[in-house]
C-alpha cells in the first residue's frame, strides 16, 4: 500500500521559520557592527583616508548580482546592500551626501536614498558646482551630480592637486526598470588605493567645438560638453574605458576640426554591470 505524502507545514510552522531566519540576519549584522568596530580602532592606527572603498564596493555589487536568484527582486536585494554599505561607511566615518538637483530633484533624491539610505544627511543644492564646492570644503563628504548634462563645467575644480575626484557612477547595476536610474557621478576625496581605475575620466578643453565634432566623438566615449558662448571653445567631461585612450580621443578631435588645449584626470570608476531585460547577467 502506497504512503501518503507528507502533509505540507503549516501557516505557523512556516511563520516560525521566517522569524529564526528575520533573528539571524539581525544577529548578523550586528555581528558585522562588532567587526566594523574593531575595523574603527585598526583605521586609526594603520590607515589614512576616507572610508569610502570604491573597488571593494564594485566587487561586492558584482558578486551580490552574480549569486542572486528566487523571487525576491533585484532591486530590493541591492539597495539592501547599498543601505548597509553606506551605514556602516557613515558610522566609521559620518558624512553628507550633497546632491545637485537643478537636474530633478525627485529623481536625484531617489538616487541618494536608494544608494545611501535615511540614516546618511542629505543636502540639496542648486547647482553641480555648489554641490561640489561644498564636498571640496568638507572632509569626508560626497556630491551627486548630473553624468549626462551639466550647465556648467564643474570638474574643472577637480583638476587642482588635492581636489575631489570623481570616484563612482551610479547606478552601478543598470536595467531597464531600475527604481533609481538617473545617472550620476559621485565626487569625493578617496585614498588612491582604493580607486577603481576601469573607466577614467579627463577634463578636456577644446577650441574649435561644433555638433559635427560632439557626432564624431559619440561613438568613442561618453562626454558631457559645455561649450562657451563666448568663444568656440568648450570644457569637456569624457570618461574613457580600456576600449579606446585618450589619444584617440585627442586624434578624433583633431582629425574632426578642433584644437585641444588642456587634459586632466578628474577621476575613475566601475564598469557599470548591465542586466539585460531579460533577467541574464552580464
Do not use: C
Not at 551605514?87 to 544608494?115: I, L, N
Not at 551630480?145 to 557612477?169: F, Q
Not at 588612491?192 to 555638433?211: L, P
Amino acid at each position: 500500500m502506497s504512503q501518503r505524502p507528507p502533509a505540507p507545514p503549516s501557516l505557523q510552522e512556516l511563520r516560525k521559520e521566517i522569524d529564526a531566519i528575520d533573528e539571524g540576519m539581525h544577529r548578523l549584522l550586528m555581528q558585522r557592527g562588532d567587526i566594523i568596530d574593531r575595523l574603527i580602532q585598526v583605521k586609526q592606527t594603520q590607515e589614512v583616508g576616507s572610508a569610502f572603498r570604491p573597488a571593494r564596493e564594485a566587487d561586492m555589487m558584482r558578486h551580490l548580482v552574480q549569486r542572486h536568484r528566487g523571487i525576491l527582486p533585484l532591486d530590493t536585494v541591492e539597495s539592501i546592500w547599498r543601505v548597509i554599505i553606506s551605514t556602516f561607511t557613515y558610522v566609521q566615518a559620518p558624512f553628507s551626501v550633497h546632491a545637485d538637483v537643478s537636474v530633478s530633484e525627485p529623481a536625484m533624491r531617489d538616487s541618494a536614498r536608494f544608494h545611501f539610505g535615511f540614516t546618511v544627511p542629505y543636502v540639496a543644492h542648486f547647482s553641480a558646482q555648489a554641490a561640489v564646492e561644498a564636498v571640496a570644503k568638507s572632509k569626508g563628504d560626497l556630491a551627486l551630480v548630473s553624468a549626462t548634462s551639466s550647465r556648467t563645467p564643474w570638474w574643472l575644480t577637480l583638476e587642482e592637486a588635492g581636489a575631489p575626484k570623481i570616484i563612482a557612477r551610479l547606478p552601478f547595476v543598470e536595467r531597464a526598470d531600475h527604481p533609481a536610474a538617473l545617472p550620476v557621478f559621485v565626487v569625493s576625496r578617496v585614498a588612491d588605493s582604493a580607486m577603481v581605475t576601469e573607466v577614467e575620466t579627463f577634463s578636456v578643453r577644446v577650441s574649435g567645438w561644433n555638433a559635427e565634432i560632439a557626432r564624431a566623438l559619440s561613438p568613442l566615449a561618453e562626454i558631457v560638453a559645455v561649450p562657451d558662448t563666448a568663444f568656440d571653445g568648450a570644457a569637456l567631461l569624457i570618461s574613457i574605458t580600456a576600449a579606446s585612450s585618450l589619444d584617440k580621443i585627442k586624434a578624433a578631435l583633431i582629425d574632426a576640426g578642433a584644437s585641444v588645449r588642456s587634459t586632466a584626470l578628474v577621476g575613475s570608476h566601475a564598469t557599470r554591470y548591465t542586466v539585460p531585460p531579460t533577467g541574464t547577467k552580464s
